[in-house]
């Protein structure tokens, strides 16, 4: 057999081709005997030796995956950044002129930040790294005529399985036979509710996949019922294979902190070699050094001035970041995406799993009457109250709530026990929740089967729209049914005026977003377990019961507080409108109809009219999984930085799309945590909002960092430029340049790194997303700053050498002024706009010891022999100490007189300690 042929008369094949447009190929549109002539199939299965013969072709039954990444991959991984080329390139540079010297402080450095890198990357790929559970289960197939269990991974085309309720679907497949089926599907479509399978049904080509009723699809849970079906897709020919694949595709999201550090490494690589050239011109022309000379001290100046602590201050910022992140639920498996969340101007959320528990949940119960309860409570953990009129009920008050929980636990095929402390359950969610609603007013299952034992039933199908029971009841045959209020509701006979109620408050409900059964029960003749029974009539109604997914716990408050932050959200579901709306109703996102757009929307208005469409939604309903990618692109290119929380398949396009992936790491399937760049262990949605802080806190860091070693570096730049253009001796060494970047420097800026958040992070909206790291504030903070440093270093450097002192004394003078400066303007660093003065020092205790450390390095390198060779340095006296210390306080009172000035023009100054 040649897996590769395709059929010309519908399309179907197994080669690359087949299914590009539908993920399970048009397996749905045709009928079961054409199926199963194009897998070359049978109802009675295959035989070992055509399985074994396909599995050879084809492959197992597997999902694609990323290899796990190398420690040597990791580690050359650090390397991939403009920052690092340009650091590496001047290192070659310095090398070639034989400045070993300075090229070795370079590649250290680099070497430093790669091992840093390695190491956290390495932790977080472990701590992120699930096993590949969707496909690890085993199948029953039937197989030289007998049924049998196998691997999973060993199903083929053409096998044919046996599924019934709590298995999970091995393969994509189309149904044979089927008795009252239902799959859970949400994993894949988002959709909440079981979707009830029907093997008659045929479909047009373009379907939908969550529309497919005569499919059972890889990795969805048979919630109800039994069926036999034929494979038609394994591995990556089925719908989570194809998803999957996408995947492993190249990133087409970056990471926020990506995008403004390659901007700003443009910006300070010509800045700086444009400087270094000026400086090099200057000296040839006016100072009367040689072109050698000048170009090598160019260079010198050049390395200097480039900022070579930062990609360790950096990778520091971020590693502390993650950890911070792990301690509050985010697991962060890329450096780069720490600050991701707090860049973030929007969110596009998932809503089954993610923003709701994906339990499905008794909310309100309507009996005849108008008697309403509402129930509380959440998932099938069965913890909560009826109330009425706000106040709880004792579980044994209402006869008529008694019988309608009586029916509910009778006419039902779940189970929920109490084990080891905690709750376990089985079988279809709508079951389940009957159930924990019934618990709720003390009734179990199992006692209520031995008082009323069961004679006989009636299986949930469509064409029936209800489910029926017989048991025992006091001596006498009583049917329990729930289904469908419509059909449900016409089998009773009661006051019409009360069943028209009834239908209309069914209505009402399901405008709310309910799903509605009606419940009914009614003593019945000539029922036994002999033969199948009647539709029975005459029935009693007992009322209406409403349930819903719920929302997560704290998800509105977590939604409401994003928004306090800048950051919008907006609902991204498979689920039908008005169910979605209703739950972005409960959320806080809109009560307005006309925000809710729908998959067939999205499709109408083509690809001109995409971005209006997704700017103006907030809530998206009934959207397919390239949908959703096709939003996040929509978003994007409106100018959002968007990030997308997801727990299923169907959200994995979607999660590697975006310029932050945020996957659910308890419920989260493996292939959304492959697409993910962070994950949440707890899968609370709150935590974002925890990861948005921590982001925030971490970009501010990094900030400061470049702030401090952009404006030192440059201060230097201005130093050297104002000696050399007034025809006076080079100010510092090279390597005492280098000693003030890499060591005074380096250790100050990583101890800034560690820096703790300040208030009201969360009050200030995202930065715009076009905004680059050097915006207006940055450049006029570090324009100050260098050229305070640089003119009174240059003044110190002048008075010096008029005052009789030695070049090499001058030198030192002004070299230990320069650590003195980086000293003082480390608290200034600490904070873009509040006072320094506002800021303990006790409240960043790395910081002070980082600052004690590096002081003290300097100090040593003045009065020990080895030190003064290296650096050409010598002890100073305590009237130079004096002098020097208060010259290195004007940094502070200028840069606080700055933070005045901007909080007055923007009105925003605070002087308060935390």
């Not at 443009?266 to 200057?282: C, D, G, K, P």
């Not at 303990?840 to 004690?852: A, E, N, T």
């Amino acid at each position: 057999m040649n897996l590769d042929r395709r059929s010309t008369a519908t399309g179907i094949g197994f080669g690359e081709e087949a299914g590009q447009d539908v993920p399970s190929g048009r397996w749905h549109a045709v009928g079961i005997d054409e199926v199963l002539r194009d897998v070359d199939g049978n109802r009675g299965g295959l035989t070992e030796e055509a399985a074994e013969a396909r599995l050879r072709d084809i492959g197992p039954n597997q999902l694609p995956r990323a290899p796990a990444p190398t420690l040597a991959e990791i580690f050359l991984r650090q390397f991939r950044s403009p920052l690092i080329y340009v650091l590496a390139a001047a290192a070659m540079v310095s090398l070639s002129l034989g400045e070993i010297k300075d090229a070795a402080f370079i590649f250290g450095v680099l070497l430093i930040n790669a091992i840093i890198g390695t190491v956290q990357e390495n932790r977080a790929e472990h701590a992120s790294r699930a096993l590949q559970q969707l496909l690890k289960i085993r199948a029953t197939v039937r197989r030289d005529a007998q049924v049998k269990e196998i691997d999973a991974e060993l199903l083929v085309p053409g096998d044919v399985v046996y599924l019934e309720s709590g298995n999970r679907v091995p393969a994509d497949s189309r149904i044979i036979s089927a008795h009252g089926l239902e799959a859970d599907e949400s994993l894949l479509t988002g959709e909440s509710v079981p979707v009830l399978k029907q093997p008659d049904w045929i479909g047009d080509a373009d379907t939908p996949l969550a529309d497919r009723h005569n499919m059972v699809h890889a990795g969805s849970i048979i919630s109800r019922g039994r069926c036999q079906a034929v494979v038609v897709g394994t591995g990556i020919r089925s719908a989570i294979g194809r998803l999957a694949l996408d995947v492993l595709a190249p990133d087409s999201g970056k990471p926020p902190l990506v995008y403004r550090m390659e901007q700003f490494t443009r910006w300070i690589a010509i800045a700086v070699l444009t400087a270094a050239a000026i400086v090099a011109v200057l000296g040839t022309v006016l100072g009367g050094y040689s072109v050698t000379e000048m170009f090598m001290f160019g260079v010198a100046l050049a390395v200097s001035a480039i900022p070579e602590g930062l990609p360790v201050a950096l990778t520091v910022a971020l590693a502390i970041g993650t950890t911070r992140m792990a301690r509050r639920g985010v697991i962060v498996r890329h450096l780069t995406a720490v600050e991701g969340l707090g860049s973030c101007t929007l969110i596009a959320s998932d809503k089954t799993g993610t923003l709701t528990c994906n339990e499905l949940t008794v909310r309100q119960v309507r009996l005849p009457g108008d008697d309403c309860f509402d129930v509380t409570g959440q998932g099938f953990i069965p913890e909560g109250h009826f109330l009425s009129g706000g106040m709880p009920i004792e579980p044994d008050e209402g006869v008529a709530l008694a019988d309608l929980a009586r029916a509910v636990v009778l006419c039902n095929e779940a189970d929920l026990h109490h084990i080891d402390g905690g709750w376990t359950w089985r079988g279809d969610p709508t079951d389940v929740a009957l159930l924990t609603m019934a618990y709720k007013l003390g009734w179990r299952r199992e006692t209520s089967l031995e008082h009323h034992p069961q004679v006989n039933e009636i299986p949930f199908e469509a064409e029936r729209q209800f489910a029926a029971t017989f048991h025992r009841v006091d001596g006498r045959v009583r049917a329990m049914v729930k289904g469908a209020p419509e059909r449900v509701l016409e089998m009773c006979d009661d006051d019409p005026e009360t069943l028209d109620r009834l239908l209309e408050v069914a209505q009402e409900m399901a405008r709310e977003g309910y799903r509605i059964l009606a419940v009914a029960d009614g003593i019945v003749d000539g029922v036994d377990d002999t033969h199948a029974p009647p539709a029975p009539d005459d029935l009693r109604p007992l009322g209406l019961v409403g349930m819903i997914d719920p929302l997560r716990q704290g998800v509105g408050e977590a939604v409401a507080q994003a928004r306090r932050a800048g950051v919008e959200t907006i609902m991204v579901t498979g689920d039908h409108p008005v169910t979605a709306l209703a739950i972005s109703k409960d959320l806080g996102l809109t009560d307005d109809a006309t925000t809710v757009v729908t998959g067939t929307e999205l499709t109408d208005a083509g690809d001109e009219g995409l971005v209006d469409v997704v700017s103006k939604g907030r809530v998206f309903a009934r959207v397919a999984p390239h949908q959703k990618l096709e939003i996040v692109n929509a978003a994007r290119e409106a100018g959002h930085f968007v990030a997308v929380t997801g727990d299923g398949a169907n959200d994995a396009p979607a999660l590697k799309a975006a310029n932050i992936g945020v996957a659910m790491g308890k419920s989260g399937t493996d292939v959304a945590r492959e697409a993910a760049e962070l994950v949440l262990s707890d899968d609370h949605f709150a935590t974002i909002t925890a990861g948005i802080e921590e982001g925030r806190i971490a970009y501010d860091n990094i900030r400061n960092v470049i702030y401090l070693l952009v404006s030192t570096g440059f201060a230097e730049v201005v130093l050297v430029a104002l000696a050399i253009s007034n025809g006076m001796p080079l100010p510092l060494l090279p390597v005492q340049l280098l000693w003030l970047n890499l060591v005074t420097n380096g250790i100050q800026d990583v101890a800034l790194a560690f820096e703790p958040g300040h208030q009201n992070v969360l009050k200030r909206g995202p930065r715009p997303p076009g905004e680059s790291i050097f915006n207006r504030l940055m450049i006029e903070r570090t324009v100050i700053g260098a050229l305070l440093m640089g003119v009174v270093g240059f003044a110190l450097f002048s008075w010096a050498i008029n005052s009789g002192w030695s070049e090499s004394a001058a030198r030192n003078g002004l070299l230990l002024l320069m650590v003195l400066f980086e000293n003082v303007h480390l608290f200034n660093c600490r904070s873009e706009t509040r006072s320094a003065f506002a800021l303990s020092p006790l409240k960043s205790p790395v910081l002070l010891i980082g600052m004690i450390v590096a002081f003290s390095i300097h100090v040593s390198m003045l009065y020990l022999p080895w030190g003064n060779l290296l650096l050409s340095t010598e002890p100073v006296s305590l009237d130079q100490w004096l002098m020097l210390a208060a010259l290195s306080l004007s940094i502070l009172f200028v840069m606080e007189l700055h933070k005045l000035s901007w909080a007055l023009r923007h009105g925003a100054f605070r002087r308060q300690a935390e």
